[in-house]
């Protein structure tokens, strides 16, 4: 069965450094997003992207992230300069189209641990 | 914007109970997903509800979704251990957007 996929599982880095988390999307789908999970605590919104742009973003979502499809597979969510609040499991998500039933398909996420 | 409430945020129940997860939330929406999150693990889809009156079921869970009362329910019959996990809701955002928003989640612990 056809699945989100990430990398890397955990990360572990530096208050400051530049983080990318990696996801490849289930093939056919057209509708890419990240959400994050703060340990313990609910699902939250960062951004959904489609035909190469940034379809609508979160308050989260400030000026230290940004994403990327950089060709046909994958798609990232780069922190440019990662602060302790930041650590957490970050989800990928893929949707086929929104305009059918637009389920969501996570990937196992990535945690990232900011020291 | 959309804000989404789940009740109860804990759920401790005995096998072969019945009980209700309740998701309230606070403006129109046009579909609402349940999830299932077993510990360190990701997201499963469980049911997605698409209009006023739906219901869905599976297995021991059996979702519905009423639009004019703005609220869902998880309604599990017969628990198993197997069903220990925690359960999101999550309504879509004004129509024509792309973002869902995740209730609080409900942790069930199903005792043996």
């Known amino acids: 069965e056809p699945e989100v996929t990430q990398t890397p599982s955990h990360q572990v880095t530096q208050m400051g450094q530049e983080v990318i988390l990696r996801c490849v999307p289930i093939s056919n789908h057209l509708y890419f997003y990240w959400y994050r999970q703060i340990l313990g605590q609910k699902v939250e919104f960062l951004v959904s992207f489609y035909n190469n742009e940034i379809s609508e973003k979160s308050e989260i979502f400030d000026d230290q992230f940004s994403v990327e499809r950089p060709d046909g597979s994958n798609f990232t969510l780069k922190i440019r300069s990662t602060k302790l609040e930041d650590s957490a499991m970050y989800f990928c998500?893929?949707?086929?189209?929104?305009?059918?039933?637009?389920?969501?398909?996570f990937g196992e996420g990535s945690r990232l641990t900011v020291l | 914007e959309l804000k989404v409430e789940q009740n109860p945020l804990f759920l401790s129940m005995q096998e072969g109970k019945n009980y209700t997860i309740y998701c309230n939330y606070s403006t129109t929406s046009d579909r609402l997903y349940w999830y299932r999150q077993d510990p360190g693990k990701s997201l499963e889809s469980l049911f997605v509800l698409l209009s006023n009156g739906a219901v869905k079921q599976e297995g021991r869970l059996m979702a519905s979704l009423d639009t004019k009362a703005r609220l869902s329910t998880l309604h599990i019959t017969a628990a198993v251990h197997d069903l220990s996990a925690t359960y999101f809701c999550a309504p879509r955002g004004t129509p024509g957007t792309y973002k869902y928003i995740f209730g609080t989640g409900t942790r069930l612990k199903v005792l043996a």
């Open positions: 998500a893929s949707s086929k189209t929104p305009v059918n039933t637009g389920e969501l398909f």
